[in-house]
């Protein structure tokens, strides 16, 4: 039990709060687990706070607490997850056309970009629980290759990879996406 | 660089996580290769559209709320292990035991309330249980919504003199006790979240409903219980309650 002040804990915790909860909440298993982990993770952070050392990054360590908590809970539901995205290969094939149509598309209008916007969360979330993971630590908490490997526990290629591929994916079905509502045209 | 190189290094260039020479080429690469340009421009957009729709979602107020309370209840559960921390709780119990004659009040168990109170009111609590003066305003207004006054004007003229305040146990909940004296009686306004006050033991939950709002007596001790906001209040003296119901404020505004 932390012998710290409560005060100092949650002063710490409140400006990242926003990014545990959504962190946490696309890497959930089940529908409802969010808090669940959350309120697990922060507990045990609280219990540990006197291991943590005073003005490092609070917000690594407590990422790391999370990401324990995470793997903990999830196995202790049944995953219910839809088909993962499909590999995508190196695609060269994409025609500069294709290239410049897309780019274009996302500059447009803003009904566009809030039909990818709906479909973002459900492009995310099949995507590999580890390309998902570092593309969301990377894109979305700033964390560098260096610190996600070290909160994963995989070297910092392997980090690096995850993010490329998760990347590929994202925009390849995206790109599907327009495709099928005749925002773009498939390549020849 | 040919095109397949300057995708394969895309990611982390975007990531700016590469060495300032493989930057310097891929940076030449999208200068002169048009397709390539509009694969990072897409990308770029791509990662800003992913990052503004997941930043949208927030921790719901709820949950920050029950995590807040939960740090601050397993820290005092920690903290507090001195036996006289209970005592309001144990008083206030016998108090409504008494008051209620749950399981037969007889004089015995009057006798003990009076010694309880006794004790209880003649207490010294340790000073390191205090609160400094400065943070007694600062924890009732944080954690409580409230605030005090001690101005005649809000005491009916009776003058009040503030003894200190701690943090305790209030049967098992989590509570901030405020110690007055009243005309030379001693006071004490015992706060606690709503929440933690349906969790109290059934006869202290009769008292807060008998003595919501009004003042019920025993063995010449008086108890009221006034709710602001999501807390209740317990004030317990000897002296009349009227001086002492205009010390609490909303602390809300």
């Not at chain 1, 050392?53 to 539901?77: C, D, G, P, Q």
Request: with cysteine; glycine share 6%.
């Amino acid at each position: 039990m932390a012998q710290r002040s409560a005060a100092e804990f949650l002063d710490l915790l409140e400006p990242i709060r926003d990014s545990v909860y959504r962190y946490a909440a696309r890497m959930a298993w089940g529908d409802s687990q969010a808090g669940d982990i959350v309120q697990e993770a922060v507990m045990t952070a609280w219990r540990e706070f006197d291991r943590y050392e005073a003005n490092t990054n609070f917000k690594a360590w407590m990422f790391r607490i999370l990401i324990n908590s995470i793997y903990r809970l999830n196995k202790r539901v049944a995953r219910h997850a839809g088909p993962q995205l499909d590999d995508v290969h190196q695609d060269l094939h994409v025609t500069m056309e294709r290239e410049e149509a897309w780019s274009a598309l996302l500059d447009g209008p803003e009904q566009l970009r809030e039909m990818l916007d709906d479909r973002l969360v459900a492009a995310l979330d099949r995507l590999g629980d580890d390309e998902r993971q570092c593309l969301l630590l990377r894109l979305l908490e700033g964390f560098s290759y260096k610190e996600i490997s070290a909160m994963l526990g995989m070297p910092m290629g392997t980090a690096m990879s995850h993010v490329h591929r998760a990347r590929l994916k994202l925009r390849e079905e995206l790109a599907s996406l327009a495709i099928e509502h005749g925002l773009l045209r498939e390549s020849a | 660089m040919d095109c397949q190189t300057a995708r394969k290094w895309m990611s982390p260039y975007l990531d700016s996580e590469l060495e300032t020479a493989k930057t310097f080429e891929i940076s030449e690469h999208l200068r002169a290769c048009e397709c390539c340009r509009h694969r990072f421009d897409a990308e770029r957009r791509v990662d800003e559209m992913v990052g503004a729709r997941l930043k949208r979602e927030a921790m719901p107020p709820e949950v920050w709320s029950t995590l807040r309370r939960e740090v601050n209840r397993s820290h005092l559960l920690h903290r507090l292990r001195v036996p006289s921390v209970v005592a309001a709780a144990a008083c206030l119990a016998l108090f409504a035991m008494v008051y209620f004659k749950s399981g037969g009040s007889s004089p015995s168990r009057r006798e003990a309330f009076q010694g309880e109170w006794a004790l209880y009111v003649n207490e010294a609590p340790k000073a390191e249980e205090y609160i400094s003066t400065d943070e007694i305003e600062a924890a009732l207004k944080k954690e409580y919504g409230l605030s005090f006054s001690t101005s005649r004007k809000d005491t009916h003229g009776h003058p009040i003199e503030v003894i200190g305040a701690r943090h305790v146990l209030f049967g098992s909940q989590p509570a901030l006790e405020l110690r007055l004296k009243c005309c030379g009686k001693v006071a004490v306004i015992t706060a606690v979240h709503q929440a933690d006050a349906d969790k109290l033991p059934e006869d202290l939950r009769e008292l807060t409903k008998s003595a919501a709002g009004r003042s019920v007596s025993e063995n010449g001790v008086n108890v009221r219980v006034d709710s602001i906001g999501a807390t209740e209040y317990f004030i317990a003296s000897e002296h009349y309650l009227d001086g002492l119901v205009g010390v609490m404020k909303d602390g809300r505004a």
